[in-house]
């Protein structure tokens, strides 16, 4: 079954330009289905039917998954099923008929804007690393883009003359998004010879190094967030795509239209942007309570 499951991988990077964490995450999902497939009957993928797919959902219950996780899990095989299906391989869907599992929705945690500021103001610029610390959090908080995003920027990327920067986003889409002034300037003294300083003696384009001269990674990043959340004071857990949320939160809360924030977070679909709506809404309840005389 293996060949099957690279086949579709290696249409997913190919065709449709999916990311490396997604292109894993797809390749677990299938994998563990196979797995439980192969240890039930000795079936393979291409045997299964939706009696299976019922039993993999309720083994996956079973062993306390989350809705969401099981609705991930369905969606993986539902995609390569299609897969299967277009390339002929076989017949039938088995998954069209296996409801999703209904997933709750969950409001993003966001910082206030005091602790955004503490937060930002919590690296120490004395040293190179601590530059490059303040350029990376005041340009997370300054554009929402993701982390994947941030640690792959390139120097060519960032035109601080114009205020923009280009961003690749999921699906290799291109999204171009305003830098405020303040990230202009952190970025500024982050170019302008600390990073020349991390650089030591390598050759790379990446925008943000780490200590050995090299492309800073997603677990380095949030290493570095979790230091600062502490040092700022921040009881909440957060993580990198809290700061994404206070970005959309925060804009949508100053008056900032719907469509705007959604071109700037790279959603396709302004459904997922509406999410922040909400939450908007549920500060303006708690901010009525509070002042209102009869609330």
Known sequence: MTEWISGFIDYLSVERGLSKNTLESYQRDLTSFAVYLKKLSSTGLLEANRTHLLGYMSYLQSCGRANSTMSRNLASLRSFY???????????????????PKIEKRLPKVLTVD???RLLSAPNTASASGIRDKAMLELLYATGIRVTELISIQISDVNLSAGFLKCMGKGSKERIIPIGDVAQGALRGYLNGSRDKLLRKHQTEALFLNHLGEQMSRQGFWKLLKKYSQAAGITKDITPH??????????????????????????????????YTHVTRGRLKEVYATAHPRA
Request: zero cysteines.
């Open 115 to 117: 602790e955004v500021e």
């Open 242 to 275: 809290t700061l994404r949320h206070s970005f959309a939160t925060h804009l949508l809360e100053r008056g900032a239209d719907l469509r705007s924030v959604q071109e700037m977070l790279g959603h396709a679909d302004i459904s997922t942007t509406q999410i």
């Open 82 to 100: 299609h897969y299967l299906l277009r390339s002929e391989v076989i017949e039938a869907d088995p998954t069209v008929h296996v409801e999703t």
